[in-house]
């Protein structure tokens, strides 16, 4: 454990909640906020770089996706249902599509696909590993089935990442990627967090997101039932369709 027991304060839901309120703030800085000078001018200066209250808000907004790939990690671990769990993802990715067509470009259509793509394609990953764990409880690891069977595995995976990066989705390769090392390193916090950290480069900033999950005590919390867990899931396309209507009122972008 990276923490004491009783520090485990943050159940599901919280880091739900709080994905949630990041990716928020986030898309509310990006899509109107930088049209305004008050959240583009300076606050302070720390030798060539310029501090802004933009930069601030995008900032917070670094936290929502490795806290989203934690969650569909967890989920996927522990869902009844992994068939159902995948139809979802897909589902809602395919429902937040105009909505962020909209929001990132002004039209329905558009050559990238948003982050519920990535999250779905995480997940056949996820699918794909879990199959080798399982036949490597089955199958001898010194016979050639097995290391037929692991190339196909391995040929799967790289399909995926290759399907990312052609679909232009939302993070593409690398946060494919990086649910993948979320899982793999999943026994070991200490471990997952240092590597996630490095694994993140440039967006160092969203490395913080280490801190919520580790917090997480491991129980599902407040969010119960049909209603909230697809609320969640209804809350990207929502807020996004509800940012480019906004705009659109204001006059801008």
């Known amino acids: 454990m990276l923490l004491p027991d009783r520090w ?3 159940s599901g839901s919280w ?9 928020l703030i986030d898309h509310v800085a990006s899509h109107i906020l930088r049209y305004y000078p008050a959240f583009t001018e300076p606050l302070i200066t720390i030798g060539h770089n310029y501090i802004t209250w933009y930069y601030l808000l995008r900032c917070v907004g670094r936290l929502a996706f490795p806290i989203f790939c934690f969650l569909l990690v967890e989920g996927f671990q522990h869902t009844h249902d ?3 769990y995948g139809r979802n993802l897909l589902v809602f990715a395919l429902i937040s599509e105009i909505p962020f067509n909209l929001t990132h470009g002004g039209h329905i259509y558009g050559w990238s696909q948003n982050v519920i793509f990535t999250l779905f394609l995480g997940f056949l990953a996820l699918c794909v590993v879990r199959r080798w764990e399982d036949d490597r409880q089955t199958i001898s690891p010194e016979s050639k089935i097995f290391s037929e069977h ?3 595995l391995a040929l799967r995976l790289i399909a995926l ?3 990312g990066i052609l679909l232009r989705c939302d993070y593409g390769s690398s946060g494919i990627s990086f649910i993948l090392l979320l899982y793999v390193l999943r026994r070991n916090e200490i471990l997952r967090t240092a590597i996630g950290c ?3 480069g440039m967006r160092w900033i969203a490395g913080l997101a280490f801190i919520p999950m580790a917090l997480y005590n491991g129980r599902r919390g407040f969010i119960q039932g049909p209603f909230g867990k697809y609320l969640f899931y209804l809350f990207y396309p929502l807020h996004l369709i509800a940012l480019y209507f906004i705009r659109i009122a204001l006059g801008i972008g």
């Open 150 to 152: 692991n190339r196909r």
């Open 161 to 163: 990442i290759v399907v």
């Open 198 to 200: 490095c694994f993140l």
């Open 82 to 84: 992994r068939r159902k």
């Open 8 to 10: 485990h304060v943050l």
């Open 15 to 23: 880091l739900k909640v709080i994905s949630m309120a990041s990716m």
